[in-house]
C-alpha cells in the first residue's frame, strides 16, 4: 500500500567499476543515516521489480552516477513511455512508467546525478574527485531526506537524460546547492 | 546514418534491449548479396587481471562485479572453484541444497524477465510494430495482468536469492567449501507463501510461449536458424542438472561427440578462437577445430543435450518439444523461447522440492580437504555454459584466471542467427526498420550479455552498419 510520507532511496552502479559505484555508495551512506520513513536500495542496475517497490511509496530518489556535469544535481524527473529500455535495465522515467501503467503508482520522483570520473578500471574504490562529489552530495541530501524538502531542493523539472550541466549554473555548481 | 552509391556495409550500433555495447556489420559482396554479418562485442577482458593476486577465498564475491546481469552465477562458478581449492567439493547437503536453491532462485528471476520483458513484446505485438509499443510499457499497457505477472516473478526470485546469498546484490552466501548461512523456516516460509502462484504464472507463460512457436512454426523455423552442435552439463544419468555435473556434447543429428566429460579437464576438448575483428574470443570443441566444433550453450541446448528432466512437468514439457522434431536436436533459433520457458517451470518445481526439504535448515554448513592450487569451477548459467578456471600459489593469491562466459560459447551462433537474418531480409542497400527490428529479435534469442561495461547516465548501449565489398560504409543506423 502506498504510504505518500515514504521515501524509496535507490542508489545503482557497479562498484566493481570505480565511479560507477557511487549511486551503491551513497545508497550505503544513506542507510546509515537511519533516517524514519526512508527506504534505501541498492543495485547495479534498475530493474522491472523495482516497479513494485516503486509502487508502495509516496516519494521515489534515484541516485546514480553522471560522466558529465556539476559534482552533482538533484532534479525532479517524470515518468516517460518512450524512457530507454535495456536488456536487462531499465531507465528511471520509463520505470516510472511502468510502475504508473502496473500499480497506478505515480510518486513524486527525483534524479541525484553525482559526477563521476573513471568508469572503466576493474576497481573497487572511487576516484578522489568522485568521493569529493559523493561526500558534498551527501551533506546537501541530508537534511533534505530528514524534512523531505525535496521539491525546494530540486533544479527544475526535466526530461530524464538532460545533462546535468544543462541544470545548472555556469560555475559547474548545482543552483540549489550553491545558494 | 550515412549512404554512399555504390556501397555496400550495414552497420547496426547500439542493438537496443541487449545489453551492453554491440555493433553488427554487414558486408556485401560485388553483386551487393551478403557476404556475412558479424556481431562485434565490447568484451572486457581486463577483468581476469583484475582478479590475479587476490585471496582466493574473495574471489566468489569478486566475480559479481564482472556483471550485473547474472552475478550469482558467477558467484556460484567461482564458488564451485574454490571449493576444489580448499578440497571441499564434497559440500554438505544443507549447503549444496542453499547453493541450489540461489542457483534456481536465479534462473527463475532472469527467465522470468527475459520473457515478459523482452520477448513478450515482440510475440504479443509482433516483429514489425513500431518500437514505441513493442516494449514492455506496451505490454504493461495492453496486457497489464502479464506485465504484473512478469514483475512478480522476477522479485519472487530475487528474494530467493536475497535470503540464500544474504543481498540482493554482492550476496557472499557461498564461500570455499559451504556457505554461511541456512535458511531459516521464517524465510522458507515467507517463500512457500507465494510458491504455488509461482508454479501457475510459469506454466501459463509456458503455454504462451509454446502455442505461439507452434502456429508460427513456419515463420519462425527458418528464422535465423542453422544446424549446430550443442553443448551442456548432465548428470550421471543423462538427466538435466543446472547446478552440477558433467560435460556433453552432441551434433546437429544427436550423435554424442563426447559424454560425461569430467569438466576439470575441460581445456583437453575445448579451445579459444582468436579473431582479429572480435574482443570476444570463439570456443570450439577441439577435436572438431574451430571451423565445425563451434557450438550452442543455453537453454535450446540444455533440453537437446539432455536425455531427461527430473521434475514431472518440465519433463513432460520436454517430451512434446522433442516430439517436434520427432526426438532429434532441434535447431530453431527461436526455439530457445520455448525451452528457456520449459527451464523456467523446471527452476520453480525444484525451487518446491527445495523449500520442502529440511536439509535446508541444518547447522552443518562447510568442509575442507587436502588443499589444491588449481580448480576449475562449472555451472549452467541462465544463458548457458559458464567456466570459471583458477590457479592459486602457495601463499593464497589467485596467480591465473581464466573465464568463458555463457556469451562466448554463443558467439559463432549469434553471428551465425545474424548473418542468416541479414541473407534473408536484406534488401537493396538500406536498413529497413523490418531488418533492424529482426536482427535484434535474432540475437535476444540467446539472451545475451553483451558487456559488463558501466551504465552511467550518457552511456548509449547499441550499432548497424553496411559495407560495400570495396569497403566503404553505405548505410548505419543506431538504434537508440
Known sequence: MTNAGNVLLIGYGNPGRRDDGLGPAFAQAAERMDIPGVTVDAGYQLTVEDAAAIAEHGVVVFVDADRAGPPFALRRIEPREDGRVASHSIAPDALLALAGALFGARPESYMLSVRGYDFESFEESLTDGAAANLEAALRFMAPVLRERSFRAAACESAPFGATAAALCNGDGQCKKASR | ?480
Not at chain 2, 582478479?51 to 559479481?64: A, C, D, N, Y
Not at chain 2, 564458488?79 to 542457483?103: C, Q, S
Not at chain 2, 536425455?307 to 517430451?319: M, Q, V
Not at chain 2, 552443518?364 to 588449481?374: H, P, Q, T
Open chain 2, 1 to 480: 546514418m550515412t549512404k554512399h552509391d555504390g556501397g555496400q556495409r550495414l552497420v547496426i550500433e547500439p542493438v537496443t534491449r541487449v545489453e551492453g555495447h554491440g555493433k553488427v556489420t554487414i558486408d556485401l559482396d560485388e553483386h551487393r548479396k551478403v557476404k556475412r554479418a558479424r556481431l562485434h562485442i565490447v568484451e572486457f577482458r581486463g577483468f581476469e587481471r583484475f582478479i590475479q593476486g587476490r585471496p582466493f577465498w574473495e574471489v566468489p564475491v569478486l566475480v559479481q562485479r564482472l556483471c550485473g546481469i547474472c552475478p550469482v552465477s558467477h558467484h556460484l562458478a567461482a564458488a564451485k572453484a574454490m571449493d576444489r581449492i580448499v578440497g571441499g567439493e564434497n559440500l554438505t547437503p544443507t549447503a549444496e541444497k542453499v547453493r541450489r536453491l540461489m542457483h534456481y532462485g536465479q534462473f527463475f528471476q532472469s527467465h522470468a524477465l527475459h520473457f515478459f520483458h523482452l520477448v513478450s513484446p515482440d510475440l504479443l505485438f509482433g516483429f514489425d510494430a513500431d518500437p514505441a509499443i513493442r516494449n514492455v510499457i506496451g505490454v504493461a499497457k495492453k496486457f497489464p495482468e502479464l506485465a504484473v505477472q512478469g514483475v512478480m516473478m522476477r522479485k519472487y526470485g530475487q528474494e530467493i536469492i536475497r535470503i540464500t546469498a544474504g543481498k540482493k546484490i554482492h550476496g557472499t552466501g557461498a564461500i570455499p567449501g559451504g556457505v554461511n548461512k541456512n535458511v531459516s523456516i521464517e524465510e522458507r516460509d515467507f517463500l512457500l507463501k507465494d510458491l504455488d502462484q509461482m508454479v501457475a504464472w510459469s506454466r501459463a507463460a509456458l503455454k504462451l510461449c509454446k502455442d505461439y512457436t507452434v502456429e508460427h512454426l513456419k515463420e519462425l523455423a527458418p528464422f535465423g536458424s542453422f544446424d549446430s552442435n550443442h553443448l551442456a552439463l548432465v548428470r550421471a544419468d543423462g538427466a538435466m542438472d543446472l547446478y552440477h555435473g558433467n560435460l556433453r556434447a552432441i551434433d546437429a543429428a544427436g550423435k554424442k561427440i563426447f559424454d560425461q566429460v569430467d569438466y576439470q579437464n575441460y581445456a583437453d576438448y575445448i579451445a579459444e578462437e582468436v579473431r582479429s575483428w572480435s574482443y570476444m574470443k570463439f570456443p570450439f570443441i577441439k577435436s572438431l577445430g574451430p571451423a565445425k566444433g563451434w557450438y550452442r550453450v543455453g537453454p535450446l541446448a540444455r533440453v537437446n543435450v539432455c536425455d531427461s528432466i527430473d521434475t514431472p512437468e518440465a519433463e513432460a514439457a520436454r517430451k512434446e518439444f522433442m516430439a517436434l522434431t520427432n526426438g532429434a536436436p532441434n535447431n530453431i533459433s527461436m526455439a530457445y523461447h520455448w525451452t528457456r520457458m520449459i527451464e523456467l517451470l523446471h527452476s520453480i518445481e525444484k525451487i518446491k522440492e527445495l523449500l520442502h526439504d529440511h536439509d535446508l535448515q541444518g547447522e552443518d554448513l562447510v568442509v575442507k580437504g587436502a588443499r589444491r592450487n588449481e580448480a576449475v569451477g562449472l555451472i549452467e548459467a541462465p544463458r548457458g555454459t559458464l567456466f570459471h578456471h583458477y590457479r592459486v600459489d602457495d601463499n593464497d593469491q589467485v596467480v591465473m584466471a581464466n573465464l568463458i562466459v555463457s556469451t562466448t560459447n554463443n558467439n559463432e551462433p549469434m553471428n551465425r542467427a545474424v548473418t542468416k537474418v541479414a541473407e534473408d531480409h536484406l534488401s537493396g542497400v538500406t536498413i529497413t526498420e523490418g531488418l533492424l527490428n529482426r536482427i535484434e529479435v535474432a540475437i535476444r534469442a540467446y539472451d545475451p550479455c553483451l558487456s559488463c561495461a558501466t551504465h552511467a547516465l550518457g552511456a548509449m548501449p547499441l550499432v548497424v552498419e553496411l559495407r560495400a565489398h570495396s569497403g566503404e560504409i553505405v548505410d548505419r543506423r543506431v538504434q537508440a
